[in-house]
């Protein structure tokens, strides 16, 4: 049984992509693509509902996505700021999802260690949503594939390139090519690949998929892709050596050389926020071909989605979507 077909007796659940079917993910596009198109027939689908804002770093899109969808369809919205002292130094994990779970609907957390949100989850009765770990940032994942979508390229069959850093955003974007198929070439430094666990899963999902993800540090793999893709070369709370680590990553820039190799067809994308001059230059991030800004409104729109699939399964049923 999947995750969005689970009776109200088990909780569910998005802290990664991989906790969905392929199936799952193309139906939470419709519904984001209907949301986006008119959203109402669904105002007041989520009337006299609470959604709570966990959040240990911060955000923009996120917090203001969550925010502004949840109210859009009616339900209210709880922001605990985290970023100061860590969810569990006043009590434990499990004891504030266990209160929780009293008086609001669902928990979106965003955490500095994704071991967090499995301890939270293992005992939350409401649904507990990852807003981005150390690890993980499927609702990113989900607002990506619906911004190529609606550029008119098919999720199922996209033709990618990440290029930069294996972090938290290229992770969930390999989970969801892998899941849905398609091609994903992951451009890095050999000292910056993704975690060796989220490729295994990824290769055990693209054996039924037909998805080709592929690891190397040569730049001319973006030739004839559908999209560049780049994050900031050094993630929220990450130890270790930034400058060193940023050294290695300098030659990975997405400049006008590097579009060129890819082709005209090329789009440019980002999750935002970006360091202009670093990842990306300002020609590229701000140019005809940068999708970035797609991106971060389809946040609200496959979040909400979500929500929905999550909490009013019925209305999603009912509008056959
Ligand atoms: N892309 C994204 O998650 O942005 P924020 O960090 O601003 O939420
Ligand atoms: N990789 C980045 C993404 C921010 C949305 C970070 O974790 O800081």
């Known amino acids: 049984m999947t995750m969005l077909e689970r009776s109200s007796l088990a909780t569910r659940h998005l802290l990664q992509i991989r906790d969905l079917t392929a199936s799952e993910i193309l139906r939470l596009l ?41 109210q859009r ?6 922001f605990l700021d985290h970023t100061a002292s860590r969810i569990g130094e006043r009590e434990s994990v499990e004891d504030t999802a266990r209160n929780l779970s009293r008086w609001v609907d669902a928990v979106v957390i965003r955490c500095v260690s994704h071991g967090l949100l499995t301890r939270f989850s293992a005992v939350s009765d409401v649904p507990v949503i990852n ?15 619906a911004a190529l979508s609606a550029h008119g390229i098919d999720p199922s069959q996209a033709n990618l390139a990440w290029v930069g850093d294996g972090n938290n ?13 398609g091609r994903l070439q992951v451009i890095t430094p050999k000292t910056c690949r993704p975690s060796d666990e989220v490729l295994q899963v990824a290769a055990a999902r693209a054996f ?41 990553l300098r030659p990975y820039q997405v400049n006008a050389a590097l579009m060129d190799c890819a082709g005209p067809q090329a789009l440019f994308m980002h999750c935002l926020p970006a360091h202009r001059g670093e990842e990306v ?28 699939s999550l909490l009013r399964p019925d209305i999603v049923h009912t509008k056959q979507i």
Request: proline share 3%; net charge negative.
């Open 30 to 70: 419709r519904t984001a693509s209907h949301m986006r198109g008119d959203l109402k027939p669904f105002a007041g689908a989520l009337a006299q509902r609470s959604l709570v804002l966990l959040f240990e770093k911060p955000s923009l899109r996120t917090r203001v996505s969550f925010e502004a969808g949840f």
């Open 169 to 181: 955003v290229c992770h969930s974007l390999i989970e969801a090519v892998a899941t849905l198929g």
């Open 73 to 78: 369809l009616g339900g209210g919205v709880i």
């Open 281 to 308: 230059t300002t020609d590229i991030l701000d140019g005809p071909r940068s999708i970035t800004l797609d991106q971060a409104e389809f946040r609200m729109h496959v979040q909400n989605a979500l929500l929905l």
């Open 131 to 145: 807003a981005l770990s150390d690890l993980h940032h499927p609702c990113q994942a989900l607002a990506d594939l």
């Open 208 to 248: 039924r998929s037909g998805a080709t993800i592929t690891c190397t540090d040569d730049l001319t793999a973006v030739e004839g892709v559908d999209a560049i893709y780049t994050d900031v070369w050094v993630s929220m709370g990450e130890g270790g050596d930034p400058a060193a680590k940023m050294e290695s």
